[in-house]
């Protein structure tokens, strides 16, 4: 059992930046695949970055790629997301996920993913 937590959404103007944290409880982190999606209103959740269990690879979706960084420290048991560049379209609730599959072949699925936080929310003024 894995328990997330989010924090660091707030309001930015376009063309800033935002760093998301996400800490997990538990002693097997380091084993598990770690993601982050978002969800806008009356939009799917859709996958945005993951990052393999030994954080030695990485894997992004096109529309963020270049402008957000995914990183992990599995000795404090966090995930964050640095996001730069933002613009509206970037505007969403943002998931921290969790997968027992640590490689990043199997972490965009969202099907992949076995827990999720409350997730934190994003807003970029334009």
């Known amino acids: 059992q894995v328990q997330l937590a989010e924090s660091g959404g707030g309001l930015v103007q376009a063309g800033g930046s935002l760093r998301l944290s996400c800490a997990a409880s538990g002693r097997t982190f380091s084993t598990y695949g770690m993601g982050w999606f978002r969800q806008a209103p009356g939009k799917e959740r859709e996958f945005v970055a993951a990052?393999?269990?030994?954080?030695?690879?990485?894997v992004y979706a096109d529309s963020v790629k270049g402008r957000f960084t995914i990183s992990r420290d599995n000795a404090k048991n966090t995930v964050s997301l640095q996001m730069n560049s933002l613009n509206p379209e970037d505007m969403a609730a943002y998931y921290c996920a969790a997968s027992k599959f640590g490689g990043t072949y199997f972490l965009t699925r969202i099907s992949n993913y076995a827990y999720w936080g409350q997730g934190t929310q994003v807003t970029v003024s334009s």
């Open positions: 990052i393999a269990s030994s954080g030695g690879s990485t």
